[in-house]
């Protein structure tokens, strides 16, 4: 954690976009969003759960020009990039409409893999894209001087029913399954996950609500701000913190005991 920095030569972040996907819970608990665990073998994040999600690719900003409507491109590029990492891993179709089923989606997830971009699957499945049905929850931007570093979006959507099949992408994941926000927070807190930073934040701000309603509307009255993790000093030890104002209930943890990727 020493390499954080506050200088203005460093490393151009990498364009990455997540999405989190809520359910409602089966058994009539509180919404379960999706989660994955990532292979160890993954130079960013192995061995950590997160929620679906990667780069953006030239491909995503061009269908984004596309189809975006008066969404700004990057924010579009975003979502198409947070649509399909979504579907390649997960084999969950969000922000996608026409005949959308569980086989059709099967079918293709398994073109996507192949092709490696969204476009072609859309236009042999007669799908549209709804960028519109994806809600902006977070931007991160680390500043330090690891090789890699993510300028991420975050947005959450709505899948509804409980009664939905996920299979895990074996190539970069290891894991894939449903919990609550708290859920997954004692899961972490056991020991029988890892997350790194920005998710453990994420979940605790996801567990402050019970259904995707109510995070809906904390997220549409949150302005997005831009986080960037920063060190202080506090009673005499490092914590790695982040602002007071960007709507998440824990604002930093011992520098020692963050996991950042």
């Not at 506050?6 to 359910?23: E, G, M, Q, S």
């Not at 939905?164 to 807190?189: K, Y």
């Not at 000093?233 to 007071?244: C, F, K, S």
């Amino acid at each position: 954690m020493e390499d954080f920095d506050d200088a203005d030569d460093l490393p151009l972040a990498i364009p990455a976009a997540t999405l989190v996907v809520f359910r409602r819970d089966p058994a009539g608990g509180a919404a379960q969003v999706l989660l994955l665990e990532r292979s160890g073998a993954m130079r960013f994040a192995g061995g950590a759960t997160v929620f679906p999600g990667g780069r953006i690719d030239r491909a995503d900003y061009e269908l984004a020009e596309r189809v975006r409507s008066d969404l700004d491109l990057d924010d579009a590029a975003a979502r198409v990039a947070a649509i399909r990492e979504t579907l390649e891993e997960s084999g969950l179709a969000i922000g996608l409409v026409g005949n959308v089923t569980a086989e059709t989606a099967a079918t293709a997830r398994r073109m996507l893999i192949e092709q490696g971009t969204l476009a072609p699957v859309l236009e042999a499945f007669g799908w549209q894209l709804a960028l519109d049905r994806l809600t902006p929850f977070a931007r991160w931007l680390p500043k330090h001087r690891a090789p890699r570093v993510f300028d991420t979006r975050f947005y959450i959507a709505d899948l509804g029913t409980g009664a939905v099949d996920v299979a895990v992408d074996a190539t970069e994941n290891t894991h894939l399954f449903w919990a609550s926000a708290r859920e997954a927070l004692r899961l972490a807190e056991a020991g029988e996950i890892q997350v790194i930073f920005p998710t453990r934040r994420n979940l605790e701000r996801l567990a402050q609500f019970d259904d995707f309603a109510a995070c809906l509307e904390h997220a549409r009255a949150t302005p997005v701000v831009t986080i960037t993790p920063s060190v202080a000093v506090r009673d005499g030890a490092r914590w790695l913190t982040i602002p007071e104002d960007a709507g998440y209930p824990v604002h930093g943890e011992p520098i020692e005991s963050a996991m950042r990727g």
